[in-house]
């Protein structure tokens, strides 16, 4: 496995990128704006490109360069223009209902960072990879998810669940990233175009919410119950 | 062989071209129409020649046995959905949209059909996702704002649960590279022959992540939320197709890898999570049956029972519940079929899918009317239907298992069940008339024929399990088992 035998410089800088899209993620918790969503969104993207481009370089995996720029033409800049686009049809600049003050879910959220490290640390010790690059990368993987799945409750608007969706999957992919560079390249390019497909679908139905319900806050879909 | 595989696939994909090439509704109506039948005697011929495993393109498509079954399912859903859909679209009067509509519709059918041969577990969640994708416009059709509701809840519990499984492929790819190294073909066949060496706590992990994912889409509870929105707010054809159809196929990944984990020996805990997950779902099916006014909102909580009572089937293991989950998976994709499309042909006729409004339904729909009562009576899992031997198999499994709680549980539910569900049918059929006849359209030929086509297979079923059938199901079973046993 790459991350086992890496040089005490990588492992420093894979880190130091793990740790600033984590915190990215809470940037993202945090804020009630959507744009400010948006660029932490796209940030942690670009983020998760250079990583890409690092493990390719430090792993010898060239087809990782490809994923990189992949990543950013898709998540660091389509994506983010796909988002701003329905922004600004929409009118909605903030969150107007919120479930939790930004101060409690930045609890909540560092509470799931600690639950993280604690599975992580206790599947790197059952495998025996106690290193301190695997601990991370699977602590950071939790907790974007967890996060992700955080947002996705406690936030109503339509935007924050398009983006807590794709937090969800760019957990993901930052852990892959790390622990297993070598997955199949089809699949990570198919996951990037998947991702970009499901995009336009909520482009879509965005529209539609607003067309149809009136809002584009998930506090008025109750109609179906029962 | 090869041939039956590549015009299975092939024929959905005509009609998504030619439909949004000729944007004619009556040559899309017919073209699809067409495609059904061909897929589904594809389906049935693939089913009865494939003896070994064949493979397709670089490995990433297989043909076997179980995945053969699946295909069948899907396709008898997609030609009984697609025979319906001739005369409930035109109902709908959006004579505009119907090209698009049967683009769709052939889409999701193809969608599913790909699932079911994917050999490769990242491409397995590729197809279901794209399942998702294509079925959600199928969902807010009708552009109700009920129907854009149910999709936008669709698509969002649906794509955040999936990602839980795609935490957990990656997880168990992960286990798989320390000891393959870093790149493999991560095939079905390949992580089951690692699974033995495999570290045990990575393997769990990654099961559970895996079932809570795929469960999320198969709607096992307490992930089912989205179903009974979005099986009650599509048009009727396409409930039939979500029901029937793409609840299957997300279960055929859920056993896929439940064999996975099996191979490693590492105790109960995934068939029991399997089993916990199954209860708890036919329970909560129970709950909103008994206290439920709409009746496709009936349907889709029954889905939610029945997907229960396959998860029980394959937690229960062994030749007996396999071979009853398979048998109950078609039955139920028949009966399904069947009861949504007299749930629909009622929707027309009283303009309501309330059901206290819906009374008298046999005044109404003289033949088509038995047809539905017929049906209701086999979803309970009442003799003389498929679903009696097939559910009857399923408890002489829990019987003879560990699990013996679960299989009481389970009888007593399915009791409950019986009650509250004839007792809903018996007030629409023999309740007090209501003022005034009904004013809505009365359903055309194209809405009884696939009901007749649904029951008559479904009642041979219950009578008289093939002889061929228990042989192939012996051999999934022997396949998903492996040789230790």
Redesign the interface.
């Known amino acids: ?2 991350a086992a035998h890496l040089d005490p410089l990588a492992a420093s800088i894979f880190s130091l990128i793990a740790i600033a899209s984590m915190l990215l993620s809470f940037v993202m918790l945090g804020s009630r704006w959507l744009k400010d969503y948006m660029y932490a969104f796209g940030a942690q993207s670009w983020l998760i490109a250079l990583l890409s481009a690092l493990v390719g370089y430090y792993g010898h995996y060239p087809e990782l360069y490809f994923i990189a720029i992949l990543t950013i033409l898709f998540r660091g800049l389509f994506l983010p223009y796909l988002v701003l686009r329905i922004l600004r049809r929409l009118h909605v600049k903030r969150e107007l209902h919120l479930v939790l003050q930004p101060s409690t879910s930045l609890i909540l959220g560092a509470i799931c960072v600690v639950f993280s490290l604690v599975v992580a640390f ?2 790197s010790t ?2 025996g990879f106690p290193e301190n690059i695997v601990v991370l990368a699977l602590t950071v ?1 939790f907790t974007m ?1 967890l996060v ?2 955080l947002i ?1 409750s406690v936030r109503h608007e ?1 935007v924050s ?1 398009i983006l ?2 794709m937090l ?2 760019n957990g ?1 992919f930052l ?2 990233q790390i ?6 390249l ?2 990570e390019l ?2 990037l175009f ?1 991702l970009l ?2 995009v336009a ?2 482009g ?2 965005v529209r ?2 607003l067309a ?2 009136g809002s584009t806050s ?1 506090l008025e ?1 109750k ?2 119950i ?1 | 062989m090869t041939l039956c595989f590549i015009v299975l696939l092939i024929a959905p994909l005509v009609v998504v071209v030619g439909a949004l090439l000729i944007r004619r509704p009556r040559f899309a109506e017919y073209l699809n129409l067409l495609a059904s039948v061909v897929a589904f005697l594809a389906a049935t011929s693939l089913l009865f020649i494939i003896r070994t495993p064949i493979f397709f393109w670089h490995n990433y498509l297989f043909v076997d046995t179980l995945g053969c079954w699946v295909a069948l399912c899907t396709a008898v859903v997609y030609l009984l959905a697609s025979i319906y859909a001739v005369g409930y679209m035109r109902l709908l009067a959006q004579d505009k949209h119907l090209p698009g509509f049967y683009a769709l519709f052939a889409g999701f059918a193809w969608t599913m059909l790909l699932a079911v041969f994917v050999n ?1 577990i ?2 397995f969640w ?1 197809a279901i ?2 399942t998702t ?1 294509v079925s ?2 199928l969902v ?1 059709f009708e ?4 129907s ?6 669709y ?2 519990v649906v ?2 649960g999936i ?2 499984a ?2 957990g492929t ?1 997880l168990l ?3 798989g ?2 000891i393959l ?3 493999y ?2 095939t079905w066949q390949v992580l089951r022959d690692v699974a033995p060496h495999m ?1 045990p ?2 393997l769990k ?1 990654g099961f559970l992540l895996v079932l809570a994912g795929y469960g999320t889409k198969v709607g096992l509870a307490p992930m089912h939320t989205w179903l ?2 979005a099986h ?2 599509g048009p009727t054809p396409v409930s039939a197709m979500l029901s029937g159809a793409l609840l299957n196929t997300a279960m055929l990944g859920i056993v896929r890898f439940l064999a996975i984990v099996d191979a490693a020996s590492i105790g109960s805990l995934p068939h029991t999570a399997l089993v916990v997950l199954g209860i708890f779902s036919v329970f909560i099916g129970t709950l ?1 049956i008994v ?4 009746i496709k ?1 009936l349907m889709a909580y029954s889905s939610v029972e029945h997907m229960g009572i396959l998860a029980l089937g394959f937690g229960f293991g062994g030749v007996l519940g396999i071979a009853g989950a398979l048998y109950h998976m078609l039955n139920h994709s028949l009966n399904k079929s069947l009861m949504f499309f007299g749930a629909g042909n009622s929707m027309r006729r009283y303009g309501t899918k309330e059901m206290p409004a819906l009374r008298r339904v046999l005044h109404e729909f003289p033949v088509s009317g038995l047809l539905w009562l017929a049906g209701a009576v086999a979803i309970t899992g009442a003799p003389p239907f498929g679903l009696f031997l097939s559910e009857f198999s399923i408890l002489r499994a829990g019987f003879s298992g560990s699990n013996l709680w679960a299989a009481i549980v389970m009888l007593v539910l399915l009791i409950i069940i019986f009650i509250g569900f004839l007792r809903h049918f018996g007030a629409m059929y023999f309740g007090r008339r209501p003022e005034g006849t009904p004013q809505g359209a009365i359903v055309s030929a194209w809405c009884v024929v696939p009901m007749w086509l649904a029951l008559i297979p479904l009642l041979i079923m219950g009578l008289w399990w093939p002889d061929g059938l228990m042989r192939i199901f012996d051999g999934i079973a022997h396949q998903l088992i492996g040789p230790t046993l």
């Open positions: 496995m790459l206790r599947i059952a495998i993987m998810k992700g799945f996705l339509a669940h807590g969706l969800l999957e993901i852990g892959s622990l297993i560079p070598g997955m199949p089809l699949i198919v996951v998947d497909v499901a679908c909520f879509v139905l539609y919410l149809r319900v998930s879909l109609r179906l029962g | 490769n990242g491409m590729i996702e794209l994708l959600t416009f807010g552009r109700a704002a009920e854009i509701e149910a999709a936008w809840k698509i969002i794509s955040a990602t839980l795609l935490l990656v790819y992960w286990g590279s320390l190294g870093p790149s073909d991560m570290n706590v990575l992990l009974p929105d009650s707010e909103f206290h439920q006014e709409g909102r």
